[in-house]
């Protein structure tokens, strides 16, 4: 990626499962769904009354109603499970209005009384308007368990459905292996936001249930952007045979890094605003929006990617590529740290010649100085050196030389005197 005109690489994705950095990436991701599964497991979803049952009661008052207030009324009867409701207040061109989504109570004659006892204290509190001559109640109804039931089931078939029909198009698209490491990761990210839902015991309404279709769609987004790229690298990089499919994917995955940052900080931004300041319907949304964004973002970069790089790096294509790189690369570090012969030559001439004289051959020099000087000069043990042919051609060119420069006679021209007349 190019930050503020300079380009930035990260190691990011390797080829191997076990070997940095993939097994960084798998070791996180690896303890997240565990700590899910268990959280899931042992502690349980807190399920809203539209999946486990319940009673919905929404009145329209004369006034405004305290949600706090609300609560306190509801604590009374926590024996019953109304600890557990969820208050929601609102305005309407009538009026303000008050909504209660209660638990399921089994008995029949305890539901009926407990739900008379919290409307007469509302009343009291704030008044039900009457002006339409339905004593101020919009709307109040009972939720089985089985309609929970029914609609839990038909979402999970939804699901499947829609995964067989990703599956079957990114196939189409681009190919099998990258349409299942973008389910893998399709999971991934589903798993750990519903283990935290667990974790945090926030409630599971169906607004949650389309923030997490939302999240699915997301994840998807930024999986296929990354392989996208992926394919089209591979086109162009596979055929020269000297980079490995690893490679290509880090390549890849670098270029879109930046976008990928990008895309997921600006639509995180609004999510934490609602998160924040947003109220009790919006926060339940935000708040799965946000993990999941945040998780696709993660996933496509650090999950699907170095899946699916390790997948092809399995195959005998790119398996003989990837020996190939590597012993080139084991080749190349030989040469570079093995010593040169001629620098090795040069550092024992340079060292012969920077060894201190021994005082025996001082010795030997000072007792025979006849002989040093008998001994012939270097320039003359040279000429002496030369084969007979050389000396024979030598002379030659000094003669025509001498010729040259001289007359035809061998000596210089002498210049004629013009007589004076």
Do not use: C
């Not at 995955?253 to 990008?262: D, E, H």
């Not at 339940?284 to 996933?299: E, I, P, R, T």
């Amino acid at each position: 990626m190019f930050v503020r005109g300079r380009e930035v690489k990260f190691n990011l994705v390797g080829p191997r499962p076990f070997a940095p950095p993939n097994v960084y990436w798998f070791s996180i991701s690896g303890a997240l769904i565990i700590l899910s599964l268990v959280s899931i497991i042992f502690l349980g979803m807190n399920l809203g009354i539209e999946f486990k049952g319940g009673y919905l009661l929404k009145v329209r008052l004369e006034r405004p109603a305290d949600v706090e207030e609300v609560r306190g009324i509801l604590d009374q009867y926590a024996d019953q499970g109304l600890g557990e409701s969820i208050v929601q207040t609102g305005e309407s061109p009538d009026g303000p209005e008050l909504i209660l989504r209660m638990p399921y109570i089994e008995d029949a004659k305890v539901r009926n009384d407990t739900i008379d006892a919290v409307k007469t204290q509302l009343e009291e509190l704030y008044g039900f308007d009457d002006k339409d001559g339905d004593m101020g109640i919009i709307q109040e109804e009972q939720v089985g368990s089985e309609w929970g039931r029914e609609v839990s089931v038909k979402a999970l078939i939804a699901l499947g459905v829609f995964v067989v029909i990703i599956l079957i198009f990114i196939t189409l698209r681009l190919e099998f292996k990258m349409g299942v490491a973008a389910i893998i990761a399709l999971v991934h990210d589903t798993l750990i936001t519903v283990g935290i839902y667990s974790l945090t015991g926030r409630q599971v309404t169906p607004v949650t249930v389309i923030a997490f279709l939302t999240i699915l769609g997301y994840s998807l987004y930024d999986t296929i952007v990354v392989f996208d790229r992926v394919e089209e690298n591979s086109n162009l990089m596979a055929r020269s045979g000297k980079i490995s499919y690893a490679d290509i994917v880090n390549e890849s995955v670098n270029q879109t890094l930046m976008r990928s940052i990008g895309t997921t900080l600006t639509t995180l931004l609004p999510i934490a605003t609602i998160l924040i300041f947003g109220g009790g319907t919006l926060k339940d949304f935000a708040f799965a929006l946000f993990l999941g964004v945040f998780l696709g973002a993660y996933s496509s970069v650090f999950l699907a990617s170095p899946i699916m790089a390790v997948w092809k790096e399995r195959e005998p294509r790119y398996a003989a590529v990837r020996e190939k790189v590597e012993a080139r690369g084991a080749r190349d570090a030989i040469l570079i740290t093995s010593p040169k012969p001629a620098a090795a030559t040069a550092g024992a001439g340079k060292a012969k010649a920077a060894a201190p004289v021994e005082e025996s051959d001082v010795e030997a020099v000072e007792a025979a100085p006849g002989e040093a000087q008998e001994k012939p000069k270097p320039a003359a043990a040279k000429r002496a050196a030369r084969p007979a042919a050389s000396r024979q051609a030598a002379a030659a060119s000094a003669q025509r030389k001498k010729t040259t420069t001289k007359g035809p006679g061998g000596g210089k021209k002498k210049k004629k005197k013009k007589k004076k007349k």
